[in-house]
């Protein structure tokens, strides 16, 4: 039976799991059996093998072929300078070979580190307790926790939805968040048209869900596809088929003009051996050694200016391939980042404006008041409290989990000693792309109350009273709420 096709209690059945999760050693167990859950090439790369690779490309050879001849010359016509000739193509193909390797190289190790820096974290239950582990360590059976912002490391069945949208144009194109259900749908065979499962490679746009994950690492859709770009076969480059091009003409020339000075040598009566030295070396002299190391050289300078501008160029052919380009259609989604958002500014409609101190996901720092009065802290307590009882996200000691918005919002609320105690979650409508807001109601002291948070003007439009600086409501209209529109826009400050 396909997976996506069975209920909740056969998924637990054949995958020998439930709500807690695996436990360790059974994770242990399946990871042996089934591998990392990971895509890409487990055998390291040979350095060595790389470097060697430098001296096999057509132009290079032409070079050596060259040098050799240079240093065959000069053994039966010595004291010509042909040794010396020989010599310095020789050192020039080593420099250039060198110098591309080493380009190459650093670049392999800015990638590495750089990947270094972006590890995937799930939060997953194993016994009974929710953790956080590399994605690398997923294995069938286990229970992950999807949110707003989570890349999906696994394909998963959902088993419990809250409005999830996920995008998925990394295995099937579509440009669209796609809403997700926890039943299958009109899907019959292929678990790419099931509505109830989620896939590796993509990511939450908005919702949340818990789902028992089905495949890992290759067998995953988004692992289909990479096995079939294993069969697309490497093409050269513009640079390269025009160095195949140069580099061929600049062979038929150099053989073509040796071959008729050797055989006019022969005609002129002259030695077998003079006539063959001076061919060889005319061959030599018709090979521009100097133009392999101006090329590199070019392609490094280039290269090292696009580093200065924070591209990292990985081969050295691909910044003229890059060259090439007339046009190139991109869409800006964001910045390499790590991924972490920091509240800086707060504005309360009594007319304070508070900064904030601190780096990151750091929760000690300072609240700095302009224009503050005796309500001012209470208001600023109230505001970061709604901030963090509507919000999923969570800070550990060593983890952090949830969308980083919300993270950046209960970090806030850690630095001012926020204290949720004695609020109780009975019911959440998560952050839709339609609603443009989220709201959780709490009880508190037989009390029941909604904390709402998202787009100011969404938020604005169902305000009817706010808290002046006397902490007294005060009418919200149509005047104010423009004023403060306008300013949040202007500003990017939070309210």
């Known amino acids: 039976m396909i997976d996506f096709k069975l209920s909740k209690e056969e998924l637990f059945e ?5 709500d807690d999760g695996l436990n360790e050693r059974e994770a242990k167990r ?4 089934f591998g990392l859950n990971e895509i890409g090439d487990s055998q390291k790369k040979s350095y060595v093998k790389e470097y060697f690779k430098q001296y096999m490309h057509f132009f290079a050879i032409l070079l050596e072929v060259a040098a050799l001849l240079a240093i065959i010359a000069d053994y039966y016509a010595p004291n010509t300078g042909n040794d010396i000739l020989g010599y310095a193509i020789f050192m020039a193909v080593i420099i250039n070979a060198t110098f591309s390797f080493w380009q190459e190289y650093k670049a392999d190790k800015a990638m590495e580190a750089l990947l270094k820096l972006m590890p995937i974290r799930v939060r997953v239950w194993r016994e009974s307790k929710l953790k956080s582990i590399d994605s690398k360590w997923l294995v069938l059976g286990d229970i992950i926790i999807l949110e707003e912002g989570d890349k999906i490391a696994a394909d998963a069945v959902i088993l419990k939805n809250r409005a999830l949208y996920i995008n998925t144009a990394s295995v099937n194109g579509e440009s669209r968040p796609s809403r997700r259900e926890e039943k299958a749908d009109a899907a019959l065979y292929r678990a790419i048209d099931a509505r109830n499962m989620v896939f590796a490679g993509t990511s939450v746009a908005s919702g949340s869900a818990t789902a028992l994950v089905v495949a890992t690492g290759y067998a995953t859709e988004f ?12 093409t050269l480059t513009p640079m390269q088929k025009e160095v195949i091009k140069i580099t061929n003409i600049l062979t038929v020339i150099a053989l073509g003009m040796g071959t008729a000075f050797f055989i006019l040598g022969i005609f002129s009566n002259q030695t077998l051996l003079t006539t063959t030295i001076f061919a060889i070396s005319l061959i030599v002299a018709n090979i521009p050694e100097g133009l392999l190391p101006t090329i590199t050289l070019s392609l490094s300078l280039a290269g090292q200016r696009m580093a200065a501008r924070n591209a990292l160029i990985k081969n ?18 964001g910045t390499l980042t790590r991924n972490e958002m920091t509240l800086r500014e707060i504005r309360l409609a009594g007319g304070e404006h508070i900064t904030v ?3 990151g996901y750091e929760t000690e720092g300072k ?8 309500s001012s802290e209470k208001r600023l307590y109230e505001l970061l409290l709604a901030g963090t009882l509507n919000s ?17 919002l209960v970090c806030a609320a850690k630095k001012n000693s926020i204290s949720i105690d004695g609020y109780e979650k009975i019911d959440e409508i998560p952050f839709s792309s339609e609603r443009k807001m989220m709201s959780s109601v709490y009880t508190n002291s037989a009390k029941e ?3 709402a948070k998202g787009a100011v003007e969404v938020l604005f439009e169902k305000c009817s009273f706010y808290l002046d600086g006397n902490n007294e409501e005060q009418p919200f209209d149509d005047v104010l709420k423009k004023q403060m529109l306008d300013y949040s826009r202007m500003k990017h400050i939070v309210f």
């Open 14 to 18: 054949k995958y020998n799991t439930s």
């Open 30 to 33: 399946r990871l042996a059996d």
């Open 223 to 234: 692992g289909k596809i990479a096995t079939l770009t294993k069969s697309v076969k490497k």
């Open 316 to 333: 050295l052919d691909s910044v003229q391939t890059l060259g090439s380009a007339t046009v190139i259609c991109t869409d800006k989604t």
């Open 357 to 359: 101190s601190g780096e």
């Open 367 to 374: 609240f700095t008041f302009a224009n503050t009065n005796e």
């Open 392 to 408: 999923r996200a969570v800070i550990e000691e060593d983890a952090f989990f949830g969308d980083s918005t919300e993270l950046a």
């Open 449 to 451: 109350i909604l904390f």
